[in-house]
C-alpha cells in the first residue's frame, strides 16, 4: 500500500517517497530528490519559522550529505533525515528563543493550495489547531509524534534512528498523543470563544 | 508500556474532528520549491567537498578573488558555519560574468552548472570582477589584495547571517557597515537581503517593507525573491 504522506510529494515534481521501497544507500542528491518536501514540512511542524525553512533544509541535507549519505540500516530514509532535520530545528529554536518569531509563520510552509475557498480556509484551520497542539510538545515528543501519527513512519524505524529501544519510542508516543490532545483540546476551545486566534492559549507543558 | 500504539487516525476513541484534521493536516500539499531547492543544493554540493567527508585540511592559498572566497569558504565551513558561508561563496561563483572562462591567474573557471541555469541571473559586473577601490581597503586604510577584501566581505556577510539569528540589532548594524565598506561588494545582493530580514526582526516593519521592495526592484530574478517577498506578504508564485 501507498503511504498516505507520500502522496503529498506527487506533483512536486520530485521522486514521491514510499514506505515500501527497499532502503538502499542514497546520496544527498538523491534523498533531496525523493524526501525534501518532507523534510521542509517536517521542519515547519518542528517549528522552524517558514522564513528560514528553505535555509534548514538545504542544512539538513547538506549534514546528510557530510555523513556520507543513507546507508541501508533499520532506520528508514525519511527517519534518517528527520533525526538531522530535529538537530537542525534544535538549533534553530535556541537561536531564536530571544526574538520571538511570530508562531504563525511557522504554518506558512505548510499553506494550503486547495482552489475552493471554504476547503482552503477549513484546511488552514486544521492546520493551525494542529500546529498549535504539536507547538505545546517538546521537541523529542513532538518528532515521534509526527513522523508516527503524520508522516506514518513505523515505530522500529524512529527506535534505530535515536538508538533507543522500540519500547521507549511507545512510551513516547503514548505520552505525546496525550499531551497532544490535551493542547488539542484546549485551543479547540480557545478557538470557539474567540476564532481565528487558536494559538493563543497556554498549554501546561 | 509495550504494546504498539495505534495511530489517531484509525483509533475510534479519539473525536472524529481531531482525525479528520490530522487526516488533513496528513494530505495538505507543502509549499516547499523542492525544484529550485534542488538546483541551490547543487550549487552548494559543488563547494562542499566530497560526501561523507567534512573538510578538514586549509585550503590552498587563494590567487584571485573567485578563489579567494571559495578558500574562506571552505576554511570557515570547518568552523561550523559552512552554510551560509556556502551561500555566499556560491554568490561570487554564479557572480561571474557569463563570458568569463578563466580565473584570475590562470586556472580554468569551475563549470557552475546552477550558474548555467540561471538565465535570468541580475546584472552581472564587467569582467573581470574588480572591487572598487574602497572595496580594496581595510577600515584602517591600508590597501588590501582583493581576495582579503573578498574574503572579509563573505566573513562578514556569514556574521550577519548568524547574528540575525540571535540578535537582529546587531545583524542589521554589521550590515549597514559591511555595505558602507563594499559599497559595490560581490555579495551586496545578499546583504541587502540579509538587511531586510533584520528590520523585519528588530520590528521595523515600514523600513523592512522599503528595503523589500527596493531589493526586489534591483534583483527581481533573485533566487532570494521568495524569502524576501514574504516581508511584503505577498504570494510567491
Known amino acids: ?205 | 508500556m509495550k504494546k504498539p500504539p495505534v495511530r489517531l487516525l484509525h483509533d475510534p476513541s479519539v473525536a472524529a474532528s481531531v482525525r479528520a484534521n490530522l487526516q488533513c493536516v496528513r494530505e495538505a500539499p507543502g509549499g516547499y520549491d523542492a525544484a529550485r531547492g534542488f538546483e541551490r543544493l547543487q550549487r552548494e554540493l559543488e563547494l562542499a567537498g566530497p560526501s561523507g567527508t567534512a573538510p578538514s585540511t586549509p585550503p590552498p592559498t587563494p590567487r584571485g578573488l573567485e578563489l579567494s572566497g571559495l578558500g574562506a569558504t571552505k576554511a570557515l565551513w570547518i568552523s561550523g558555519v559552512g552554510a551560509l558561508c556556502i551561500v555566499a561563496a556560491g554568490a561570487l561563483v554564479t557572480g561571474l560574468p557569463r563570458g568569463r572562462q578563466s580565473l584570475p591567474g590562470g586556472a580554468p573557471a569551475p563549470p557552475s552548472p546552477a550558474a548555467a541555469r540561471e538565465s535570468s541571473a541580475p546584472p552581472l559586473p564587467a569582467a573581470p570582477l574588480r572591487l572598487d577601490p574602497a572595496t580594496a581597503l581595510a577600515p584602517s586604510g591600508t590597501a588590501v589584495s582583493p581576495g582579503v577584501a573578498a574574503r572579509r566581505e563573505i566573513e562578514q556577510l556569514i556574521q550577519i547571517r548568524a547574528l540575525l539569528r540571535r540578535d537582529a540589532a546587531a545583524a542589521y548594524e554589521l550590515a549597514q557597515r559591511s555595505a558602507r565598506e563594499f559599497p559595490r561588494g560581490a555579495l551586496r545582493e545578499e546583504r541587502e537581503a540579509l538587511t531586510a530580514l533584520a528590520l523585519s526582526r528588530i520590528g521595523e516593519h515600514a523600513r523592512a517593507q522599503e528595503q523589500a521592495r527596493a531589493f526586489l526592484q534591483s534583483y527581481p530574478n533573485s533566487p532570494l525573491r521568495a524569502v524576501v517577498q514574504r516581508l511584503l506578504g505577498e504570494d510567491v508564485p
Request: net charge neutral; charged share 25%; proline share 7%.
Open chain 1, 1 to 205: 500500500m501507498k503511504d498516505e504522506a507520500a502522496a503529498r510529494h506527487e506533483g512536486s515534481g520530485m521522486l514521491p517517497a514510499t514506505q515500501t521501497d527497499p532502503p538502499q544507500a542514497l546520496s544527498a542528491e538523491a534523498l533531496f530528490r525523493a524526501h525534501a518536501p518532507f523534510v521542509a514540512s517536517f521542519l515547519a511542524r518542528m517549528g522552524v519559522p517558514a522564513l528560514e525553512i528553505d535555509d534548514a533544509v538545504q542544512e539538513v541535507f547538506l549534514v546528510a550529505h557530510r555523513k556520507g549519505g543513507y546507508q541501508p540500516g533499520p532506520a528508514q530514509p525519511r527517519s534518517w533525515l528527520a533525526a538531522i532535520a530535529v538537530h537542525i530545528a534544535q538549533a534553530d529554536r535556541r537561536s531564536r528563543r530571544r526574538q520571538q518569531l511570530e508562531s504563525a509563520d511557522a504554518l506558512d510552509g505548510t499553506s494550503c493550495r486547495r482552489p475552493d475557498p471554504a476547503a482552503r480556509l477549513e484546511t488552514q484551520r486544521a492546520l493551525e489547531l494542529v500546529q498549535a497542539a504539536l507547538d505545546a510538545l517538546p521537541l523529542e515528543l513532538r518528532a515521534a509524534f509526527v513522523l508516527f501519527e503524520i508522516e506514518g513512519e513505523p515505530c522500529e524505524s524512529i527506535a534505530a534512528t535515536w538508538s533507543v529501544p522500540v519500547g521507549t519510542v511507545y512510551s513516547r508516543l503514548h505520552n505525546a498523543r496525550r499531551r497532544f490532545l490535551q493542547a488539542y483540546a484546549a485551543h479547540e476551545k480557545h478557538e470557539r470563544r474567540a476564532p481565528g486566534l487558536g494559538r493563543e492559549p497556554e498549554v501546561s507543558r
